[in-house]
């Protein structure tokens, strides 16, 4: 059974951080299967950095929605040392302390589980509550469109992609198969049409933006 069971109760309300919560559990689960598997530390390294820029991604949304819905400061500033501390932990597991025994590896699963839990439950709680107790009249033309699927796909993709390069670069290029690296290309292709069509999205929504600001 997944360590970290996802249920509706740890949905907060507004999709973006639902979405991206339930990417942080998946990796989370990933990462516990690994450890129960005969790991290499290179994997480990691979999914605890998958880890580690997948949070420096959500985190990095939900700082950008305290900043735009006018979030309080000293609930701002509180929120965001939750989140250093978390990346400077999740960061030292990856440089420093691999677990290398199965109650290493249960004490890390079950930190990573409880405090995105607690974190889900209480602070982020408090922050989707204030947000959609927010108020503020949409711009004239309706919401402005921001491409977050398309951006979602992407980010998937390149660390897809990254991922792939990681492994070959670790296990050494001569020993790399024809096989890997094709897929290694596929996937940057397919991060090169996704990141055109995100940019043409994203000058799509801030045209609009200007648009409904001037009227
Ligand atoms: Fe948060």
């Given at each position: ?9 740890y949905c907060v309300g507004i999709k973006?951080i639902d979405?991206?919560h ?98 889900i439950l209480?602070?982020d709680r408090q922050l989707a509550n204030?947000l959609l ?83």
């Open positions: 059974m997944a360590i970290f069971v996802w249920k509706e109760s973006i979405d991206q339930k990417v942080l559990v998946r990796i989370i689960n990933e990462l516990d299967l690994l450890l129960q598997s005969d790991f290499s530390v290179q994997q480990a390294r691979a999914l605890f950095g998958e880890l580690l820029d997948y949070t420096k991604y959500h985190f990095a949304t939900e700082e950008r929605l305290m900043k735009i819905g006018g979030y309080k400061k000293s609930a701002l500033d509180a929120h965001l040392k939750q989140h250093y501390q978390f990346i400077d932990e999740i960061h030292s597991l990856n440089n420093e302390s691999i677990p290398v025994s199965a109650d290493e590896a249960q004490l890390v699963m079950s930190y990573l589980t409880n405090w995105l839990k607690n974190h209480k602070v204030y107790r927010q108020e503020k009249p949409l711009p004239e033309g309706g919401p402005v469109f921001v491409p977050m699927d398309e951006l979602e796909a992407l980010y998937q993709s390149l660390g897809q992609a990254v991922m792939l390069l990681r492994q070959q670069y670790d296990s050494g290029q001569e020993s790399s198969s024809r096989q890997d690296s094709a897929s290694v290309i596929d996937c940057l292709n397919q991060a090169r049409s996704l990141l055109q069509e995100s940019t043409s999205l994203i000058e799509q929504a801030s045209r609009n933006l200007s648009k409904s600001e001037e009227n």
